[in-house]
Structure formats: C-alpha cells, structure tokens
C-alpha cells in the first residue's frame, strides 16, 4: 500500500520543549508555573451565567446562528467607544472582532507574509505569536527594545510589520517607556512597515499609570481637524481573556479600514464567523463595567502573588539567577549569572522535581537564547509560589552540581 502524503514540512521546526508542556500536566503534583494562565477564582461567574442566559433569550437568531464575519455591528461599535479618545478617532470601521486574540496573530499572518518576509520582533517573542506564524516560513529580526543602542528604523528596514507588546510584555513583563513608543511609531512611517501592538496584559497594571499606547501616539499625527477614522501604521491587538476570562474566546483588532478588509477577507477562509452567543455576551460585559468591577480583586490578588513569587526567588535562587520585578502582567523573567547554564537542560530536570516552567529558548525563533525562563505567578497560590521555587533550586542544584 502507498504511503500516505508526508506532512507539511513546518512542523519539523517545532521544538521538544512546546510538546512535553502538553505531557506536563500528566505528572502527579506538578505546580505548573509555566503558562500564562489566570485564576479561576477571578471570574464573575454568577454574572456571566446571568448575561449567557439573557443573550439567547433576547437574542436567539443572532446567539445561536451565523453572523457576520468582521463581527457583531453592536460590539465593534462598543470596542470603538471604548478605545476612541480625542486623538484616535474610531469607527466600527476599524474593528475586527476574531476568536480569541491568537486568531489575531494567524490572520495577520495570512494577509502579510509570503514565505521569507520579514518580522521584526520585539525579543524575546511570544511563543503563540512564533507558532502562529511558523507555517508561513518567515524570517526572524530580533528587536531587543531595552537596548540602549538599537536603531529602530534599522531595525524594521525591509520587515512586512513589526511585533510588540508593550505593555508587560510577554515573556518578559517590561513595560515598554514612552520614548520607545514613540521612536517605534517614527520607524514604523519612516519604513512603512506595519506595527504591531499586542496588548493582552494592559488591564494588569499594578503600580504606575501606563504610557499612551502605540495606536494613541500614531494617532496624535493625524490632523485633529481630521475626524475620518484612523488610517495609521498600527495595528492593535486586545482580548478579553486576561481583562474578564479566557473561555469566551473573544478578541479584536482596531487598525486602518484596509488592514480591516484584509483580515476580514482572511477570516472567511479560518472560521466563517466568530460565535454570536459570546460575542453578544461580550457587548453586554462591556457595556455593563463588569470588567471594572472585576479589575480591582484580580489586581489585589496578582500584586500580592508577585511579590510572593519575587520573595521567594531572592530566598532560594539569587546565588544563580538574577530577575526584573514587573510593574504589571503575568510573569516574572529570569535570566542565569552564568550564561552557560541551559534551562532547557533545566527544565527537564525541573518536571523530575515536579516543577513545570517555560524556558527562554521557546521564546527565540531561533531556539538559540537558553540561559533564561519565564514564571507565571497569576494562577497559583503564594504557599505553592514558594514551594515550586523550592523546587526549581533543587533542579538547579542537580544541573550545577560539581
């Protein structure tokens, strides 16, 4: 019999670390510190099973069937409020409503890159955003944003767009300065790129007002006496699934109205529509403040499991790793004094010890950058923080060991 069709050939470029994330789970005990997951214990879900049953009763041909594919006219009008202000000027015009932010990321894939264009990305990268986006064979450009030395406009010469996340970045949790924005947008019209705002963790902000976003600064270039609707070089990425919960699966892209009609296009071909019963549950989450009401407790409860997770790096691993203490998001960044300790080498060792967290080579196209790891601290507990860093010294000490 004939062998069946090899598959496609993208797949040979994933890494072993990404699969043994999904056998983790298997492992008796295991404090996964590893993804970028939130804490159930936020979500309002009494609320939301009130404004689930309401929107099919109230709206059952709209919940319950298919709808258009840029999304409901209702909630791109109430994402377009909700982001406008008196330098950016949006209409429904300017809004895509996708399912989830991650098919974002897949759709601006599709309608960008052609096999070795080029990405700029903010380095590290988001490892969903390398996924997304390694079955088009693009070419890599790191941007290391904290580099004091960095030309930006160099850096997004000849790139189709350029990837950030300013706002707590992940895998790092930086916070991005204004005058980097600033220079980033600059690079961004001197070059022609497109510029990329990934902003998932804005609403995680735990210490200091945030800088304006890229898409505001952009905006501010506009003609004020120019009302028609943004037609900037950003194009911004926001989801509802670190701001209210994740299984709504309801994000959205706010760009210039071509770069809308690409997507659009795009999605016709991914998923016909994104679903009507949580897209109407979404508008009545946003026009109702749940989300502010909900911000404040997760807000008091990450603030305190950061610092938890920071105490207790400085008790256990300061003799061999170093870290940044976010001002927002979810994650703590750590990175070896010694930059010839692998974490990938690390993290096996680490699932023995029952400890699972994401090595920084998942976070470089290249695979090449291993002497960091990313911490989650938003899903667990400060008792079990301290112990899966109990852990995690326990595996270092058997990686250094003489």
Same mark, same amino acid.
């Given at each position: 019999?004939t062998?069946?069709a090899a +598959?496609?050939?993208?797949?040979?470029?994933?890494?072993?670390?990404?699969?043994?994330?999904?056998a983790?789970?298997?492992i008796?005990?295991l404090?996964?510190?590893a @993804? &970028?997951?939130?804490?159930?214990?936020v979500?309002?879900?009494?609320?939301?099973?009130?404004?689930?049953?309401?929107a099919?009763?109230?709206?059952?041909?709209?919940?319950?069937g298919?709808?258009?594919?840029?999304g409901l006219?209702?909630l791109?009008?109430?994402?377009?409020?909700?982001?406008?202000s008196?330098?950016?000027h949006?209409?429904?015009?300017?809004?895509l409503?996708?399912?989830? @932010?991650?098919?974002?990321?897949?759709?601006?894939? =599709?309608?960008?890159?052609?096999e070795?264009?080029v990405?700029?990305?903010? +380095?590290?990268?988001?490892?969903?955003?390398?996924?997304?986006?390694?079955?088009? =064979?693009?070419?890599?450009?790191?941007?290391?944003?904290?580099s004091?030395?960095?030309?930006?406009?160099?850096?997004?010469?000849?790139?189709?767009?350029?990837?950030?996340?300013?706002? +707590?970045?992940?895998?790092? &949790?930086?916070?991005?300065?204004?005058?980097?924005r600033?220079?980033?947008?600059?690079?961004?019209?001197t070059?022609?790129?497109?510029l990329?705002?990934?902003?998932?963790?804005?609403?995680?902000?735990?210490?200091?007002?945030?800088?304006? /976003?890229?898409?505001?600064?952009?905006?501010?270039s506009?003609?004020?006496?120019?009302?028609?609707?943004?037609?900037?070089?950003?194009?911004?990425l926001?989801?509802?699934s670190?701001?209210?919960?994740?299984g709504?699966?309801i994000?959205?892209?706010?760009?210039?109205?071509?770069?809308?009609?690409?997507?659009?296009?795009? =999605?016709?071909?991914?998923?016909m529509?994104?679903s009507?019963?949580?897209?109407?549950m979404?508008?009545e989450?946003?026009?109702?403040?749940?989300?502010?009401?909900?911000?404040?407790?997760?807000?008091?409860?990450?603030?305190?499991?950061?610092?938890?997770?920071?105490?207790?790096?400085?008790?256990?691993?300061?003799?061999? +790793?170093?870290w940044?203490?976010?001002?927002?998001?979810?994650?703590?960044?750590?990175?070896? /004094?010694?930059?010839?300790?692998?974490t990938?080498?690390?993290f096996?060792?680490?699932?023995?010890?029952?400890?699972?967290?994401?090595?920084?080579?998942?976070?470089?196209a290249?695979?090449?950058?291993?002497?960091?790891?990313?911490l989650?601290f938003?899903?667990?507990?400060?008792?079990?923080?301290?112990e899966?860093?109990r852990?995690?010294?326990?595996?270092?000490?058997?990686?250094? =060991?003489p």
């Amino acid at each position: 019999m004939t062998s069946p069709a090899a +598959f496609a050939g993208w797949l040979d470029d994933t890494n072993d670390i990404t699969k043994a994330f999904l056998a983790a789970g298997q492992i008796p005990g295991l404090i996964n510190i590893a @993804g &970028g997951l939130p804490d159930p214990q936020v979500y309002p879900a009494a609320q939301i099973a009130e404004i689930a049953q309401r929107a099919v009763r109230d709206y059952p041909a709209e919940t319950l069937g298919y709808g258009p594919l840029e999304g409901l006219p209702d909630l791109r009008s109430a994402i377009a409020e909700r982001f406008s202000s008196d330098d950016l000027h949006l209409g429904p015009e300017n809004v895509l409503v996708t399912t989830s @932010g991650m098919q974002a990321l897949d759709l601006l894939g =599709k309608v960008l890159l052609d096999e070795g264009d080029v990405i700029a990305g903010q +380095f590290p990268t988001y490892l969903g955003a390398l996924d997304a986006w390694r079955p088009r =064979k693009p070419t890599f450009r790191a941007m290391p944003l904290q580099s004091n030395d960095l030309d930006f406009t160099e850096a997004m010469q000849g790139a189709k767009f350029a990837y950030t996340v300013p706002n +707590f970045s992940n895998p790092t &949790g930086r916070l991005v300065p204004e005058s980097t924005r600033r220079a980033l947008v600059d690079a961004a019209r001197t070059t022609g790129a497109w510029l990329v705002e990934d902003d998932p963790y804005g609403g995680l902000n735990y210490d200091s007002p945030l800088p304006p /976003r890229l898409i505001d600064i952009s905006a501010q270039s506009q003609p004020q006496a120019d009302r028609a609707p943004y037609a900037g070089p950003v194009v911004y990425l926001g989801t509802l699934s670190k701001l209210i919960v994740p299984g709504l699966r309801i994000g959205w892209v706010i760009a210039a109205p071509a770069m809308i009609d690409a997507l659009t296009l795009a =999605k016709q071909g991914s998923d016909m529509c994104t679903s009507g019963l949580t897209q109407r549950m979404a508008c009545e989450i946003l026009n109702a403040g749940l989300i502010e009401a909900v911000n404040p407790v997760m807000l008091d409860l990450y603030r305190r499991r950061r610092d938890a997770l920071c105490d207790a790096l400085d008790r256990h691993l300061s003799t061999w +790793f170093e870290w940044e203490h976010p001002e927002g998001g979810m994650f703590v960044w750590v990175t070896a /004094r010694d930059r010839a300790l692998d974490t990938d080498a690390l993290f096996k060792i680490g699932l023995e010890e029952r400890v699972c967290f994401s090595p920084s080579s998942v976070f470089d196209a290249t695979g090449v950058f291993r002497h960091g790891l990313r911490l989650n601290f938003t899903l667990n507990d400060e008792t079990a923080l301290e112990e899966a860093v109990r852990r995690l010294a326990l595996a270092t000490q058997r990686l250094v =060991k003489p």
